[in-house]
């Protein structure tokens, strides 16, 4: 009998034990993402070497390739990068305003590794990008964007500088990048990743051109017979022609421009009564949300629930979507609308995270300006969270050429060319008491970690000291060395400027929102002698300037202290001074962020509020598995009662 209870309890005791594993093992799942490693993110994008890639193809086919730029069509080369040789890999330009105003084939290119090998790799890398740092005269405006959403643990793409060749002739710094494709998944979110979506309107394809999904790519020459139509094909959207771009090495004036008044009809750009005041704020009146939302789901703006209506996300997917994906981030854009438990339907933190650096940045050709575009949207069990990219009009490249506009650009009303209504993913959460004091606690972390720490002098300097060699003997560069100098010295004032101000708004000394600061303007931040245009504007060195004709007038009034201005541009010029606060500390800036850091405190008054994100993926599976391991325990303890239990002799 004693023998028989022993069995009894220790096949219980083993059934327990499973439910406690199984139990354990969905919490784990359900919070934590099983990333996947990847070999490229350490043996390709260092910060403190410069990644070497050669092109090499026939002279012929690359010409060809670059004459035909805005057809983006894929073709065959072999590539070798640090050393190694990768063949048979397909290679196309890529952009939308550069593909235009580039005039000396200096183009951004996108290198697929695994098109016409299927498994082909580099390190574990499915496509390269190579940014060739177009509208950016100190070569580290996207360099530094991205370091700064990495610091607050934005998820974003590896980044390094890149010495590019073709045929082992030296073609140009460009700015190295992880293509956001299926290894990026896997690195970021595991095998069993979500749906990536890259949101692009017609109206923000200014230099045509296909997203990941197009057609016709030219075949590898083994199937050469089977060629594309494509490249006979019209470029998408509508694009000025060669003949209405400012020759090469001349900045037009504003004769040489279209007036205001044909902006529209001749740059496919809003007209002037398309666009609010001062060249953000307020837009036209009407229905807000029909205002600007035509484009098919580039402002994350719900609709309806016909698929069709979301043409800019869906037709823009990186992987191929199903109809319940489809459906899923229709529901969450609807969610979202409702403005009621966003955490329902989007990783609030992330988010604000994002939104948090993209308005440090003054980063309106994003999401959040007229152009609604150059963001990636990654979706997971229904939620949402933006991701960074095409950071090169970064610190106030587009539509802020007004120094003291963009320095003070106000961190409560984040938009340009339209409203927080037609901005749900950003206007929402902004709505929100709530997140939005979450929102500043991480705008705070920024400006006490990156800016008043020093953090962003490091960086610029040790990038200066890594690339200054590479500027200077760049072949093709947009800018001249002089130029690049010149602009390095603007971008470390601008983060210093702009860091004052964005203390300032937190602080309440500054207002935080655009009608705040035209009403009180007296504590602005005096912008002195930055110059936006010398960093770069977009239109690209000396190819022209069409962010001129998209100026924010907003004049600004100011009682700094001349001295005390003086002498706080003084203390800039040392690295690593960190000033008399002894708690500010400078990591290595050359060493990236830990991506998984948290701050505690910002997650703990989201708990005491009640706002902590709920996971629901993570409680289904939990109740699955649950029910799954009772079901098995019962049946064990049926099956336990009928073991026939022998008796043995001493």
Not at 186 to 214: C, T, V
Not at 598 to 603: A, C, G, P, S
């Amino acid at each position: 009998m004693k023998q028989k209870i022993l069995v009894r309890a220790t096949a219980l005791l083993m059934a327990f034990a499973v439910l406690f594993s199984c139990l354990l093992m969905a919490e784990t799942n359900g919070n934590e993402v099983r990333k996947i490693a990847k070999k490229y993110a350490t043996t390709l994008f260092q910060k403190d070497q410069v990644m070497e890639v050669n092109i090499i193809m026939d002279e012929e086919d690359w010409q060809e390739m670059l004459n035909n730029a805005k057809e983006e069509t894929y073709i065959p080369c072999d590539v070798e990068v640090n050393g190694v040789l990768y063949k048979n890999v397909a290679i196309r330009p890529k952009g939308n305003t550069s593909l235009t105003q580039v005039t000396n084939d200096r183009y951004s290119f996108k290198i697929q590794f695994d098109k016409y090998q299927e498994g082909q790799s580099c390190d574990g890398l499915d496509q390269l990008i190579l940014n060739n740092n177009f509208s950016d005269a100190t070569y580290m405006k996207e360099y530094l964007a991205y370091d700064m959403f990495q610091y607050l643990g934005v998820v974003t793409p590896l980044y390094s500088y890149a010495d590019v060749k073709v045929n082992g002739e030296t073609y140009g710094l460009y700015l190295a990048l992880e293509g956001v494709k299926e290894s990026f998944a896997e690195r970021n979110y595991g095998a069993d990743h979500g749906e990536l979506y890259k949101p692009e309107s017609e109206q923000a394809g200014m230099g045509g051109g296909r997203q990941e999904g197009e057609q016709g790519n030219r075949k590898p020459p083994m199937e050469a017979g089977d060629m594309s139509k494509e490249e006979n094909m019209p470029s998408k959207g509508n694009t000025p022609s060669e003949g209405d771009m400012p020759s090469e090495g001349n900045t037009p004036s504003e004769g040489d421009m279209p007036s205001k008044e044909n902006i529209s009809s001749e740059w496919n750009m809003p007209s002037e009564e398309m666009m609010p005041e001062q060249g953000r704020g307020n837009p036209p009146s009407g229905d807000p949300l029909q205002q600007n939302s035509s484009s098919g789901g580039g402002d994350l703006v719900y609709t309806d629930d016909n698929v069709d209506s979301y043409s800019d996300i869906f037709d823009n997917a990186v992987f191929d979507s199903t109809k319940s994906a489809q459906k899923r981030l229709i529901s969450a854009l609807k969610g979202i609308q409702s403005g009621e438990d966003l955490s329902s339907y989007m990783d609030v933190t992330a988010n604000l995270k994002y939104f948090a650096v993209n308005s440090f940045l003054v980063n309106y050709d994003s999401y959040t300006g007229n152009l609604k575009h150059n963001y990636y949207l990654y979706e997971k069990d229904g939620i949402l969270t933006m991701l960074p990219w095409d950071l090169n009009l970064a610190f106030a490249g587009y539509q802020s050429n007004d120094a003291s506009s963009a320095i003070n650009d106000p961190i409560d009303t984040p938009v340009s060319g339209t409203t927080l209504e037609q901005r749900p993913m950003v206007g929402q959460l902004l709505n929100n008491e709530t997140y939005l004091e979450e929102y500043h606690q991480y705008m705070d972390e920024l400006v006490k970690g990156y800016i008043e720490s020093g953090r962003y002098q490091a960086v610029i300097t040790q990038v200066k000291q890594l690339i200054s060699s590479y500027v200077k003997q760049d072949p093709t560069a947009f800018y001249t060395y002089d130029e690049y100098e010149t602009a390095v010295e603007n971008l470390e004032n601008f983060c210093k400027l702009r860091g004052e101000s964005v203390r300032g708004q937190l602080n309440g000394t500054i207002p935080s929102t655009e009608e705040g600061q035209k009403e009180e303007s007296a504590n602005l931040i005096d912008a002195g002698d930055l110059s936006i245009t010398a960093m770069g504007t977009i239109g690209g060195g000396n190819h022209g300037n069409f962010g001129a004709f998209m100026t924010d007038k907003k004049t600004v009034a100011t009682t700094t202290d001349e001295n005390g201005k003086e002498e706080s541009s003084e203390a800039t010029k040392e690295v690593g001074n960190v000033g008399e606060n002894e708690n500010k500390q400078i990591s290595d800036p050359m060493v990236r962020p830990d991506s998984d850091s948290t701050d505690k405190k910002v997650k703990e008054d989201r708990r005491q509020h009640g706002l902590e994100q709920s996971n629901t993926n993570s409680i289904k599976d939990t109740l699955i598995v649950s029910g799954s391991c009772i079901f098995i325990l019962i049946l064990a303890y049926f099956i336990i009662r009928k073991i026939p239990i022998k008796k043995y002799r001493v």
